[in-house]
């Protein structure tokens, strides 16, 4: 039987939202309209789909059946059983969680980094927690993760009672390199990706057993803008999710509110960028960070 999951002590009195960012707790006590609900809205909704690699416009949509290429997303469902999730979540409550922003909490296992300043201290960074020792060699069992070694290990409480989100965004690249990975554990989520930079994307009319069924034929076809498009990735409970090249990139990822229906719990892996890889400006101390890092001798920082 699989082990029982003890959900966190929940502390819904205080939130750590700042500026724009707001949780449902702070917009209880400043009153008015959440800033978000009158942000624009994506217009066109997509689903993707694993097994094809495409977006398929939504039912009852302007562009239901029509479809595009949706490459840079890799899931693998099942990546840990129920008992390893279980044990995990109960090591993660051991330690303490951070209030953070819009409704979330956080453990953050990684070099203390100043983005803008493009400065990094690897004072007090012990590594990944011991508990990942497994979870980073499992993924080097995927091709598409057989040379991944990550420095970070960044743990994201979301809970429906405060309104947890994370609002659209792509991650650093100076520090952080090529491939995004994110355990997703106790409920299943949404990641809805868009995109604000301008152009256009060719749309085909998606039939019976698509792609392969496109392979050689002119299919009639419409372009979309693709600011107005939005693309959602279901992400099941226990599985991992890898992003690369233009969905690491070019579209930007966020949690929707509406899409935490229950105590979701994420770890995000990163890995260097070139700059602090073989050849790189900052070679040494990439090879300081691995060393500390997969030493999983780590406590939250």
Request: hydrophobic letters at 35%; charged letters at 25%.
């Amino acid at each position: 039987m699989a082990a029982a999951v003890v959900a966190a002590p929940e502390v819904l009195r205080e939130c750590g939202c700042k500026g724009i960012r707001t949780c449902l707790i702070c917009e209880r006590q400043r009153g008015g309209d959440p800033p978000w609900q009158h942000s624009p809205q994506k217009t066109h909704r997509f689903i993707y789909y694993s097994d094809t690699g495409w977006a398929v416009g939504a039912e009852e949509s302007d562009f239901e059946g029509w479809a595009f290429p949706f490459p840079g997303v890799t899931l693998i469902e099942d990546f840990v059983t129920r008992e390893e999730e279980a044990e995990m979540v109960q090591l993660m409550d051991r330690e303490p969680w951070k209030l953070s922003q819009s409704g979330r909490r956080k453990q953050d296992y990684g070099p203390k980094v100043n983005f803008r300043k493009q400065k990094l201290k690897t004072a007090g960074f012990q590594g990944l927690p011991s508990f990942s020792r497994e979870i980073v060699r499992r993924m080097g069992l995927y091709p598409i993760l057989e040379d991944f070694r990550p420095v970070e290990q960044c743990n994201l409480d979301y809970c429906p009672e405060r309104g947890s989100a994370i609002d659209p965004h792509l991650d650093d690249t100076w520090l952080w390199g090529e491939r995004l990975v994110s355990l997703n554990l106790l409920s299943p989520t949404v990641l809805s990706m868009s995109r604000e930079a301008p152009g256009s994307l060719l749309l085909c009319l998606a039939p019976s057993g698509f792609p392969e069924a496109l392979e050689g034929v002119m299919a009639p076809s419409r372009s979309i803008l693709c600011q107005e498009v939005e693309v959602a990735v279901p992400v099941p409970r226990r599985s991992l999710l890898v992003l690369t090249g233009a969905a690491r990139h070019q579209w930007k990822h966020a949690i929707h509110r509406r899409h935490v229906e229950a105590r979701r719990v994420c770890a995000t892996f990163r890995e260097l960028s070139a700059e602090f890889g073989p050849g790189g400006r900052q070679q040494e101390l990439g090879q300081e960070l691995l060393q500390i890092s997969l030493s999983f001798q780590g406590r939250p920082m």
